[in-house]
T-cell receptor, first 114, second 115 residues
Framework: DQQVKQNSPSLSVQEGRISILNCDYT??????FLWYKKYPAEGPTFLIS?????DKNEDGRFTVFLNKSAKHLSLHIVPSQPGDSAVYFC?????????????FGKGTHLIIQP | GAGVSQSPSNKVTEKGKDVELRCDPI?????LYWYRQSLGQGLEFLIY????????KSGLPSDRFSAERTGGSVSTLTIQRTQQEDSAVYLC?????????????FGPGTRLTVL
C-alpha cells in the first residue's frame, strides 16, 4: 500500500509559468513533509520542507502548501525555469525505533518547455 | 565538504551471484540509510543505521539482503544470490541525528543490473 502518492508521472509547463506538483498521503502520523529534486544519474537533493503544524512554507521561487484535512500537499514553482526540469519526489517523514525515515512517492517528471 | 559517495556507480551481474554495494556517508553523520528505486517506482526504504547498529531492518525485502556498518562510517549492502527483480538503483543517504530531526543527504546511487 502506497502511503505517499504522486498521481502525475509527468508534467509539462512553459518557461515563466507556474508549475504545481501534487502529492497525497494516507498516514496521519507523518509529521514532516519534504520535496526532493532529482536529476538523471544523481541522488535526490533536498528542496523544501514543511512541518505538519504549518500550512505554507516559502523559499524563493518554491512554495509548499499543506492541507492536513485533505492529506494533500503541493509544490508551487514560480516562475518556472529550464533548470527546474527534473523528477520531483514528495516524501513524508516517520519516526520508528529512534530513527527518522522517509517514505517517498513515485515522483513527477517536470519538463519546462522554452 | 565531500558529499555521500557510493561505489560502484554501475554493477552488472549474473543471476545467482552475490554483490556488495558500498556507501561512504558525510563525515560526522551518525545516521545512514539505504533505499532502492526500481523502475517506475518511488524510493523504497531498506534499512537504517544509527552508529553501527541497525534498529530498523523492516524494509529489507528478503533474507538475501543484509547490511553492515563499521566504525560508524562506511556501510556495505550485500545481496546474495541475486535475482532479476533486484535490479534497481540503490541509494544511500546520511544525516546528523543528534536527538532531533535532520534532513537526509543522498549519494548518487549504484545502478544494479541482474542479467
Amino acid at each position: 500500500d502506497q502511503q505517499v502518492k504522486q498521481n502525475s508521472p509527468s508534467l509539462s509547463v512553459q518557461e515563466g509559468r507556474i508549475s504545481i506538483l501534487n502529492c497525497d498521503y494516507t498516514n496521519s502520523m507523518f509529521d514532516y513533509f519534504l520535496w526532493y529534486k532529482k536529476y538523471p544519474a544523481e541522488g535526490p537533493t533536498f528542496l523544501i520542507s514543511i512541518s505538519s503544524i504549518k500550512d505554507k512554507n516559502e523559499d524563493g521561487r518554491f512554495t509548499v502548501f499543506l492541507n492536513k484535512s485533505a492529506k494533500h500537499l503541493s509544490l508551487h514553482i514560480v516562475p518556472s525555469q529550464p533548470g527546474d526540469s527534473a523528477v520531483y519526489f514528495c516524501a513524508a517523514k516517520w519516526r520508528r525505533g529512534g530513527a527518522d525515515g522517509l517514505t517517498f512517492g513515485k515522483g513527477t517528471h517536470l519538463i519546462i518547455q522554452p | 565538504g565531500a558529499g555521500v559517495s557510493q561505489s560502484p556507480s554501475n554493477k552488472v551481474t549474473e543471476k545467482g551471484k552475490d554483490v556488495e554495494l558500498r556507501c561512504d556517508p558525510i563525515s560526522g553523520h551518525t545516521a545512514l540509510y539505504w533505499y532502492r528505486q526500481s523502475l517506475g517506482q518511488g524510493l523504497e526504504f531498506l534499512i537504517y543505521f544509527q552508529g553501527n547498529s541497525a534498529p530498523d531492518k523492516s524494509g529489507l525485502p528478503s533474507d538475501r539482503f543484509s547490511a553492515e556498518r563499521t566504525g560508524g562510517s562506511v556501510s556495505t549492502l550485500t545481496i546474495q544470490r541475486t535475482q532479476q527483480e533486484d535490479s534497481a538503483v540503490y541509494l544511500c543517504a546520511s544525516s546528523f541525528n543528534n536527538g532531533g530531526w535532520s534532513r537526509q543527504y543522498f549519494g548518487p546511487g549504484t545502478r544494479l543490473t541482474v542479467l
